[in-house]
């Protein structure tokens, strides 16, 4: 027989300990490690707003607000929030998930976009802003158009005139069919350019697409649109429109020609198509 085979002795490790191991770091040290963190990042905010408040103060070019911007958006919707590649930072009142027009709330503050939208808005503000083609307007349509576009109702619109006040208590009980009669204080421009571009946006947008124009209706067109001409544009929009109207015929020699598409930029698309269904 062999000799027994004994076990070895168990030392005190190998027993098993109730209790917790003691934590190298302690939830004291986490927690103002987080709250550290936490006033760091609101104070770089604090910081980053108030920077940008005071160049928005001293420049007169980013001086636009959200409710001025909108207008220029329904005519160029491809600078729309919906339509940007990258949004961070980009447009942050217009971040509704169910629509493309702004918080109510940020209507009159300050608009946050890129230079270049603040080029182009201010380029249309100054040339082609004004330059509006009236068509009808249903009262069934402003009523809808309205209920989408909420910032245009005199509640939150502080400077909305007194007979356009007047006019939207009517509302539900009138009974005009074409409010495009009524004066500017009844209706005021911007809200006609607001009705007009929502109409364009969600029922029209496929006639637009499709417009064609001939040499003699652009030729019409121009004589009382003349900022819509080539030298305006031809160096804005290059990028995107490089033939931008360069075959624009001259008083003379219009005809029945079409205008080639490539020569047509979107918002000249809109304005022409308004135009043409204006003079119906």
């Keep these: 027989m062999g000799s027994p085979q004994f076990e070895p002795k168990l030392s005190e490790k190998d027993f098993i300990h109730e209790g917790y191991s003691k934590n190298p770091w302690p939830l004291w040290l986490w927690l103002f490690l987080i709250t550290t963190a936490v006033a760091l990042l609101w104070g770089a905010s604090n910081w980053y707003a108030g920077k940008i408040n005071l160049i928005v103060q001293k420049s007169p070019f980013l001086q636009v607000t959200n409710r001025d911007l909108s ?17 961070a930072n980009y447009l942050p009142a217009f971040q509704y998930h169910d629509k493309i027009t702004m918080d109510v709330a940020s209507a009159d503050q300050y608009a946050v976009a890129p230079p270049e939208v603040f080029f182009r808005y201010h ?38 005139p007194k007979g356009y006040v007047k006019l939207v208590e009517s509302l539900p009980t009138s009974k005009i069919k074409d409010l495009s009669a009524l004066s500017q204080e009844e209706l005021p421009l911007a809200v006609r350019i607001a009705f007009q571009g929502w109409q364009n946006y969600f029922k029209e947008g496929e006639a637009i697409d499709k417009v064609e ?49 490539n020569e047509l930029a979107p918002f000249l698309k809109v304005a022409v198509y308004n135009y043409l269904q204006s003079t119906k």
């Excluded at 307007?137 to 509640?155: G, H, M, T, V």
């Design 213 to 261: 124009v001939t040499q003699k209706q652009m030729q019409e067109f121009l004589s009382s649109h003349p900022y819509y001409a080539r030298n305006y544009w031809q160096n804005i929009v290059h990028d995107s429109v490089p033939n931008y109207l360069k075959s624009a015929p001259s008083e003379t020699k219009a005809g029945d020609s079409m205008i080639p598409s």
């Design 123 to 160: 380029t249309w503000n100054r040339l082609i802003s004004k330059e509006f083609s009236q068509r009808a307007i249903p009262l069934k349509d402003f009523r809808d158009f309205l209920s989408y576009a909420q910032e245009w109702l005199p509640i939150y619109w502080p400077e909305a």
């Design 71 to 87: 207008l220029f958006l329904w005519q160029n919707p491809e600078f729309m929030r919906v339509n940007a590649k990258e949004k």
